[in-house]
C-alpha cells in the first residue's frame, strides 16, 4: 500500500513545496491568515509558506479550491500529520485547534480548560469575525457609499456588544484564560486589531472605553511571534 505524498495534492502544483517535509500554510496576512502564521511562530515549528493572491484570483484556481472548496485563506498541509499520514486542512480555528493539540502547547491539557478555550474560539468564529468583518465593509469599503446607515449602525452596536463581553471577560485576567496566553487570545486580538487599525473604526465603536481589551491587545501585540507572525506572508518585493 502506497501512502500519499505531499506531491500528490494539486495544489502542490501552484505552489510547489521546496521543503516539503515541512508544514504547507497557504495564506495571506489578514485577520484569519495571521492567526495560523502567529501561532506557528510562537510554536516554532518548521514550515513553508505560500501566498495565496486575492489581486489575481489565485483563491479562486482549481488547484487552491482542491484544498478549501470554500475557497477563503488560510489552509494547511501537514505531511506528518495524525498516523504520519498527510493531512490537508482549511478553517482557521480548526487549524489552531489541530496545531494546539498536536504539540500540546497553548491550549490546556486539562479538559475543563480545553472546552474553555475552544468556547472563545468558536465566539471568535461565529460573532466576533463575521460581525467586524460586516463593520468594516460598511465603514471603509462599497458599503460605506450606502446612504442608509441602518445596516452599519447595526454592526456598530454588535461590535461595541462583543467588545463589551470580552471586556468584562477580561476584568482581573492577563489572557482570555487567566495567566496563560493560547489560542483562544490567537482567535481573537488580530480581529481586534483590524477593527481600530486597518478598518479604521476605533471612535466609530468607542473603543478607547475598552480598557481592558486594550490593555490586552498591547500585550498581545507585543510579543515578538506576533509581530513576525503579522506580516508572514511578505508581499512581494
Not at 495564506?27 to 502567529?38: A, F, Q, R
Not at 469599503?141 to 471577560?169: I, M, T
Not at 485576567?173 to 483590524?194: C, Q, T, V
Request: charged content about 20%; hydrophobic content about 40%.
Amino acid at each position: 500500500m502506497t501512502h500519499p505524498q505531499l506531491s500528490d495534492f494539486p495544489i502542490t502544483q501552484k505552489w510547489p513545496a521546496q521543503h516539503p517535509e515541512r508544514l504547507q500554510l497557504y495564506s495571506l496576512p489578514t485577520p484569519n491568515g495571521v492567526k495560523v502564521s502567529i501561532l506557528l511562530e510562537e510554536l516554532g515549528l518548521p514550515y513553508e509558506v505560500h501566498r495565496v493572491d486575492f489581486g489575481s484570483n489565485d483563491q479562486l484556481s482549481p488547484e487552491f479550491i482542491s484544498l478549501n472548496p470554500n475557497n477563503k485563506i488560510p489552509a494547511i498541509i501537514d505531511p506528518d500529520g495524525p498516523g504520519g499520514q498527510p493531512l490537508a486542512l482549511f478553517e482557521s480555528g480548526a487549524i489552531l485547534v489541530y496545531l494546539a493539540e498536536k504539540t500540546g502547547r497553548f491550549i490546556p491539557q486539562d479538559a475543563a480548560g480545553r472546552y474553555a478555550a475552544l468556547q472563545w474560539v468558536m465566539f471568535q468564529m461565529g460573532g466576533v469575525g463575521p460581525m467586524f468583518g460586516q463593520l468594516g465593509f460598511f465603514h471603509k469599503f462599497a458599503g460605506k457609499d450606502y446612504e442608509d446607515k441602518r445596516p452599519r449602525d447595526r454592526y456598530v452596536a454588535e461590535c461595541k456588544r462583543l467588545l463589551g463581553v470580552l471586556d468584562k471577560h477580561l476584568s482581573g485576567k492577563e489572557w482570555m484564560l487567566g495567566s496563560d496566553y493560547g489560542i483562544a487570545d490567537i482567535a481573537l486580538f488580530p480581529w481586534i486589531r483590524n477593527l481600530v487599525g486597518f478598518y479604521e473604526a476605533r471612535e466609530l465603536v468607542g473603543f478607547d472605553e475598552f480598557k481592558q481589551v486594550q490593555r490586552v491587545l498591547d500585550a498581545f501585540v507585543a510579543r515578538p511571534a506576533v509581530q513576525r507572525g503579522l506580516a508572514i506572508p511578505a508581499a512581494p518585493r
